[in-house]
């Protein structure tokens, strides 16, 4: 197995147990391409596509029976995306699955014609990846988790847990700036009169010296905007912050789980277990075009109450009664 690209053999241990597939079964069956921002290591894959593989399982798909599973990677390089795209499109593949808007549109790129079901971050409409939620058009589809709404709604729940906040600090990843989290969070914390040190960080390195700066810059709470590579520094946030006394408000639930304090989102989980129906539709011949794009109508409050203890907080109980997972 190369790292950045696996197919059979992997999988068939993981998922069905022992199976000799021959070549000429390979090139009957269809074939579904993962295109990560990470590796293509067993662990890895499981871990971001682990809900949507058992989706498929679900749906009576069985590695090397009635489909074979190709993976590309980029390396942990937003700009290697669109090369492991290429890749996929060569090997061929019959459908590509994403896990984030960047991935997706770095798929949209390089193809029009390979069907892309992705998890959606921002606006697929503004960013030109479909013509509407309804009717996409073209060869892009899947679930969105995207509402204007969402970033003010995380800052309003920070305010209620900490009344008296005055400032936060943004991190941010320029190298998804075409993603509109950075002016909904400006806008949200002007309404509620929360000023904002925005800070970019590309690599995880730059945690180590910024999350200190924010602290002698006087902010009260770290606000984690959406970015894939940020996703991956849950823990190291969730220390560096604890070091500082910081609060932290994110957009997942694996950084409560991983130590920070706050974190509003839709289940991921869910949404990945989601698109395996709309690569078991498209596989029998539905026009990705014509499935529409599908947004969550449940949103899930995490928190640490850990962490909040380590940093002697007492959050209010109209807080504690609103989580749906409460971490101890």
């Given at each position: 197995?190369?790292?950045?690209?696996?197919?059979?053999?992997?999988?068939?241990?993981?998922?069905?147990?022992?199976?000799?597939?021959?070549?000429?079964?390979?090139?009957?069956?269809?074939?579904?391409?993962?295109?990560?921002?990470?590796?293509?290591?067993?662990?890895?894959?499981?871990?971001?596509?682990?809900?949507?593989?058992?989706?498929?399982?679900?749906?009576?798909?069985?590695?090397?029976?009635?489909?074979?599973?190709?993976?590309?990677?980029?390396?942990?390089?937003?700009?290697?995306?669109?090369?492991?795209?290429?890749?996929?499109?060569?090997?061929?593949?019959?459908?590509?699955?994403?896990?984030?808007?960047?991935?997706?549109?770095?798929?949209?790129?390089?193809?029009?014609?390979?069907?892309?079901?992705?998890?959606?971050?921002?606006?697929?409409?503004?960013?030109?990846?479909?013509?509407?939620?309804?009717?996409?058009?073209?060869?892009?589809?899947?679930?969105?988790?995207?509402?204007?709404?969402?970033?003010?709604?995380?800052?309003?729940?920070l305010k209620e847990a900490i009344p008296g906040i005055v400032t936060i600090g943004v991190l941010a990843n320029p190298d998804v700036s075409y993603l509109p989290f950075e002016a909904d969070a400006m806008r949200a914390?002007?309404?509620?009169?929360?000023?904002?040190?925005?800070?970019?960080?590309?690599?995880?390195?730059?945690?180590?010296?910024?999350?200190?700066?924010?602290?002698?810059?006087?902010?009260?709470?770290?606000?984690?905007?959406?970015?894939?590579?940020?996703?991956?520094?849950?823990?190291?946030?969730?220390?560096?912050?604890?070091?500082?006394?910081?609060?932290?408000?994110?957009?997942?639930?694996?950084?409560?789980?991983?130590?920070?304090?706050?974190?509003?989102?839709?289940?991921?989980?869910?949404?990945?277990?989601?698109?395996?129906?709309?690569?078991?539709?498209?596989?029998?011949?539905?026009?990705?075009?014509?499935?529409?794009?599908?947004?969550?109508?449940?949103?899930?409050?995490?928190?640490?109450?850990?962490?909040?203890?380590?940093?002697?907080?007492?959050?209010?109980?109209?807080?504690?009664?609103?989580?749906?997972?409460?971490?101890?």
């Amino acid at each position: 197995m190369r790292q950045g690209h696996f197919s059979l053999a992997y999988l068939l241990a993981l998922f069905v147990g022992p199976f000799a597939a021959s070549q000429g079964l390979a090139a009957t069956v269809p074939h579904v391409g993962l295109l990560t921002y990470w590796d293509c290591s067993p662990g890895t894959v499981q871990a971001e596509f682990g809900p949507f593989l058992k989706g498929l399982k679900e749906l009576g798909y069985r590695m090397g029976e009635s489909f074979v599973l190709e993976c590309q990677a980029a390396g942990k390089s937003y700009d290697r995306l669109a090369e492991a795209a290429r890749k996929l499109v060569q090997l061929p593949v019959d459908v590509i699955v994403t896990s984030s808007q960047p991935a997706g549109r770095a798929a949209h790129q390089v193809t029009d014609s390979v069907p892309i079901v992705s998890i959606v971050s921002g606006d697929p409409i503004s960013a030109g990846l479909v013509a509407s939620l309804a009717r996409p058009g073209g060869n892009f589809t899947g679930v969105s988790y995207y509402a204007t709404e969402l970033t003010a709604k995380r800052l309003e729940l920070l305010k209620e847990a900490i009344p008296g906040i005055v400032t936060i600090g943004v991190l941010a990843n320029p190298d998804v700036s075409y993603l509109p989290f950075e002016a909904d969070a400006m806008r949200a914390a002007e309404k509620l009169g929360i000023g904002v040190k925005l800070h970019h960080i590309r690599q995880p390195a730059d945690l180590d010296v910024t999350i200190p700066e924010m602290k002698k810059e006087g902010v009260q709470a770290i606000f984690v905007l959406p970015d894939v590579m940020l996703a991956g520094e849950a823990a190291h946030i969730a220390v560096l912050a604890l070091e500082q006394r910081l609060l932290t408000m994110a957009w997942a639930p694996w950084y409560p789980r991983n130590g920070c304090l706050l974190a509003y989102s839709a289940d991921y989980a869910k949404m990945l277990h989601r698109l395996a129906f709309y690569v078991d539709r498209i596989l029998k011949g539905t026009n990705p075009g014509d499935l529409p794009i599908e947004q969550p109508t449940t949103f899930e409050l995490s928190i640490n109450l850990k962490t909040a203890n380590a940093l002697g907080i007492d959050l209010p109980q109209t807080v504690l009664l609103m989580a749906d997972e409460v971490i101890e």
